[in-house]
T-cell receptor, first 115, second 115 residues
Framework: DSGVTQTPKHLITATGQRVTLRCSPRSGDLSVYWYQQSLDQGLQFLIQYYNGEERAKGNILERFSAQQFPDLHSELNLSSLELGDSALYFC??????????????FGEGSRLTVL | AQKVTQAQTEISVVEKEDVTLDCVYETRDTTYYLFWYKQPPSGELVFLIRRNSFDEQNEISGRYSWNFQKSTSSFNFTITASQVVDSAVYFCALTSSDSNYQLIWGAGTKLIIKP
């Protein structure tokens, strides 16, 4: 158990819909990362937050947004869903003292299926 | 630009055989960090090891060992006396200031251990 909690574990929805994925980082971790893993794209970095502020942005679509709340949990919002958004979405957290070069601890992922 | 190459897409061995997963990286930075993660069929990503560029000592953890060679820009992972539970996708990753400390991932190697 990594200590990172993601909900929901599975989600099935239709095209055009909007979903919210939630992540609670490990106790004490200030950084939260979101990744997308699809069969053809591998692991894609979406976005990173550090103590409530956006720290880095990767290949995140404009239809997607995220935020980190004062209690450090994070949410990833996916809207106007398309079939190609079907993927496993991971949240990870890291120890801030490592300066960004520390290991990431991943949640179990949220598997999104868009029909 | 930074890059991580895991040339072996899939490896299949019989239980108790030794197996080596290759990882070759590219970076201009002199300070960087290398990682291995395991993704078993259940889906979660599990951190295995982090190595910084100044520490070329090989590491052994039980049946797992890692061979870091800066001269060939490789960070290979060997499993000795493989077991069925080792079946997973293994990812190698790299981070440094050049990537703003975001992880650069290899495509992963799927390891199948047959009983």
């Amino acid at each position: 158990d990594s200590g990172v909690t993601q909900t929901p574990k599975h989600l099935i929805t239709a095209t055009g819909q909007r979903v919210t994925l939630r992540c609670s980082p490990r106790s004490g971790d200030l950084s939260v990362y979101w990744y997308q893993q699809s069969l053809d794209q591998g692991l894609q970095f979406l976005i990173q937050y550090y103590n409530g502020e956006e720290r880095a942005k990767g290949n995140i679509l404009e239809r997607f947004s995220a935020q980190q709340f004062p209690d450090l949990h994070s949410e990833l919002n996916l809207s106007s869903l398309e079939l190609g958004d079907s993927a496993l979405y991971f949240c990870a957290s890291s120890v801030p003292a490592q300066g960004g070069a520390g290991e990431l601890f991943f949640g179990e992922g949220s598997r999104l299926t868009v029909l | 630009a930074q890059k991580v190459t895991q040339a072996q897409t899939e490896i299949s061995v019989v239980e108790k055989e030794d197996v080596t997963l290759d990882c070759v990286y590219e970076t201009r930075d002199t300070t960087y960090y290398l990682f291995w993660y395991k993704q078993p069929p259940s889906g979660e990503l599990v951190f295995l090891i982090r190595r910084n560029s100044f520490d070329e000592q090989n590491e052994i953890s039980g049946r797992y060992s890692w061979n870091f060679q800066k001269s060939t820009s490789s960070f290979n992972f060997t499993i000795t006396a493989s077991q069925v539970v080792d079946s997973a996708v293994y990812f190698c990753a790299l981070t440094s200031s050049d990537s703003n400390y975001q992880l650069i991932w290899g495509a992963g190697t799927k390891l199948i251990i047959k009983p």
